[in-house]
């Protein structure tokens, strides 16, 4: 279908105005909101002992979470697309369910089964606390990150399907050898792709992660819920402002860097 001049231009205007409403007007905003008192006042509002703690529990989460998903989603990338098991169809909604479920009701879901009262309450009495401590985050965190992985490494794995690993076989590889000499590095763009989504994804969670959070400064507080906490409890806003101008920052860097590997990607292939 041929659209004419005037109506080409009309559809731009409009998919700009979109853009700048829900986008660029907020961003602006924001950055308006945080530089207004200066630099200087900036670095003192994201450099206070709250801050740094909630900078260095999104970095930890991260840590934790990322090694963990790249494990779960090569074995179950591998096994959904080389394998042929009863439940296949199962695992493939499962994979899936982080992107139907709210992250509330994660949240509660995990409250109700590790909470004090929950079927796993039991494991306070061992002096190990999941609810509104860092093992509950960490959950949380894993459940709502664990798509992605898989939903990158699996198209992958389709695509240059298994020749070369049964060469490999016929040569007298092991499946360890084949993994790491054949798969892996078949698979690496897909991969890398994944855990940028998954770094993105893991530092800007915040319904999950408030659930089953003390929230409390410096001992439980994310970056988000630093910003939550300023903003709704502290009513600083300009603390919440600072705050969510460095999540947004990592949030950036995390793009530009999926923005590379992209084209990287690209060329590589």
Do not use: C, F, K, P
């Given at each position: 279908m041929k659209l004419s001049a005037p109506?080409?231009?009309?559809l731009r205007v409009v998919a700009l105005a979109y853009l700048f409403v829900l986008l660029v007007a907020p961003l602006i905003i924001i950055l308006w909101r945080t530089f207004e008192r200066g630099i200087g006042a900036f670095?003192?509002?994201i450099s206070t002992p709250a801050a740094v703690s909630a900078f260095n529990l999104s970095l930890?989460?991260?840590?934790?979470?990322v090694p963990v998903n790249v494990v779960f989603g090569?074995?179950?990338?591998?096994?959904?697309?080389?394998?042929?098991f009863p439940g296949r169809n199962l695992v493939q909604g499962v994979v899936d369910l982080p992107f139907a479920v709210s992250p509330v009701v994660v949240g509660v879901s995990l409250i109700m089964l590790w909470g004090v009262n929950g079927w796993f309450g039991g494991v306070e009495n061992l002096g190990f606390r999941v609810i509104f401590g860092l093992p509950g985050m960490v959950i949380a965190t894993i459940f709502v990150t664990l798509p992605f992985v898989v939903r990158e490494v699996e198209p992958v794995?389709?695509?240059i399907g298994d020749d070369q690993e049964q060469a490999a076989a016929t040569l007298g590889a092991t499946g360890w050898q084949t993994f790491w000499r054949i798969t892996l590095p078949a698979i690496r763009w897909g991969l890398t792709y994944g855990v940028v989504l998954t770094v993105a994804r893991a530092l800007g969670e915040f319904g999950a992660v408030i659930m089953v959070s003390s929230a409390l400064p410096g001992i439980s507080q994310t970056l988000t819920l630093l910003v939550h906490g300023r903003y709704i409890n502290d009513h600083n806003t300009f603390g919440a402002y600072c705050a969510a101008t460095l999540l947004m920052a990592m949030a950036l860097v995390t793009l530009v860097l999926m923005t590379l590997l992209e084209r990287k990607r690209g060329t590589a292939t």
């Open positions: 109506t080409r231009i009309s670095i003192d509002a930890l989460i991260v840590l934790i979470v090569i074995v179950t990338a591998l096994a959904l697309v080389r394998g042929n794995l389709h695509e």
